[in-house]
């Protein structure tokens, strides 16, 4: 009985190392199917509301490129800031992943309120239903949910009020975002828009899925149920109006929650408006400063420059496929996404 319970233990053991080795290697979420032309997008809003004639453009913009537009409820809904309750702007999500006519869901805009509607989506429906969900800021955290939660791939990339809005829209944003809707082959080294290159931060060479978002958002989740393990992962990170020591406070939160020493490199996209303007001597950092701090600390390789966030160019970034990332010595740097960002195709 000692041998039989000794040889079961050990095969316990045996089969829990290979489950967790088999959890951390790189690996690419469950993807939704390229779009086709007539396919059905979903537009919601998932947090702030907005006049629905900011977005009017876009709805146009959409159909002239050969798709059927479906708004949800919460597009015309007002409850305070929000676009509709929270029990109704989840309703949405819902139903929008539920719905096979529906082939991506594109949020309207971001703002604030998608983490309120966390605990209240259908995970494991949703996993049955894997399709492209995009957007970025305020949607970080979907992107963060869906991924650790229902184990989908999802898009951070342009929203529909990008395409009205002069500071958020551009012609590399546009091509790349219907572009990265059809695309049936690996996105390969990334795109950049002209005169701008990725940079070293920390020199090295990692690999893993990527996840991430906005820094802010990102922070506000550690220490709840859909906080980002990360874990073997390449790591986006962007942010918007924060100043340096702010954006300190928030990586030094990561860097505690062990955050950064789980992942295996780091991507830094656009930090729009989050230089240190002195105004007062707490600001004496700047923001490269902050940025190279934690860099050095985390001892992973991090690279600058992702056309990723609150800028005009913004790129359609899958997330949750796998990615290499190579920083060097010499200061170039490269990010190549070597996965298909939908399923059904060759890779």
Request: net charge neutral.
């Amino acid at each position: 009985m000692k041998k039989l319970l000794s040889a079961s233990l050990l095969c316990v053991m045996f089969i829990c190392a290979a489950v967790e080795t088999v959890w951390a290697a790189p690996f690419s979420r469950l993807r939704g199917q390229p779009l086709r032309p007539g396919d059905c997008i979903g537009v919601l809003a998932s947090g702030s509301y907005t006049n629905d004639k900011d977005f009017q453009g876009s709805l146009e913009l959409l159909k002239a490129q050969g798709y059927r537009v479906k708004l949800a409820p919460s597009c015309k809904a007002m409850y305070e800031h929000f676009a509709g309750t929270d029990r109704k702007r989840a309703a949405d999500i819902n139903a929008f992943f539920r719905d096979d006519e529906v082939k991506a869901i594109l949020c309207v805009r971001g703002g604030y309120g998608a983490a309120r509607i966390l605990d209240r989506l259908d995970y494991k429906m949703i996993a049955r239903h894997p399709k492209p969900f995009i957007g970025f800021s305020d949607v970080t955290a979907l992107h963060i949910a869906l991924g650790e939660q229902a184990g989908i791939s999802t898009m951070h990339g342009p929203m529909l009020v990008s395409f009205t809005r002069p500071n958020f829209d551009s012609e590399y944003t546009r091509a790349q975002f219907f572009d990265g809707l059809r695309r049936t082959i690996p996105l390969g080294e990334i795109p950049m828009p002209e005169e701008r290159e990725l940079e070293t931060v920390l020199p090295g060479e990692a690999e893993g899925i990527i996840v991430g978002g906005n820094l802010t958002v990102l922070t506000s989740l550690v220490g709840t149920p859909y906080e980002l393990n990360g874990k073997g992962a390449l790591l986006l990170l962007e942010e918007v109006g924060e100043r340096p020591y702010r954006i300190d406070r928030m990586m030094n939160q990561l860097w505690q929650s062990g955050l950064l020493s789980r992942v295996n490199g780091i991507l830094l996209g656009d930090f729009v408006g989050c230089e240190n303007k002195g105004a007062s001597p707490i600001e004496d950092f700047t923001l490269e400063q902050v940025l190279t701090h934690y860099a050095r600390l985390s001892h992973k390789p991090v690279l600058r420059g992702v056309p990723s966030g609150h800028a005009s160019n913004n790129l359609l970034l899958p997330l949750g496929v796998h990615a290499v990332m190579r920083a060097g010595k010499d200061g170039k740097a490269s990010l190549v996404i070597d996965t298909v960002a939908f399923s059904g195709q060759v890779e």
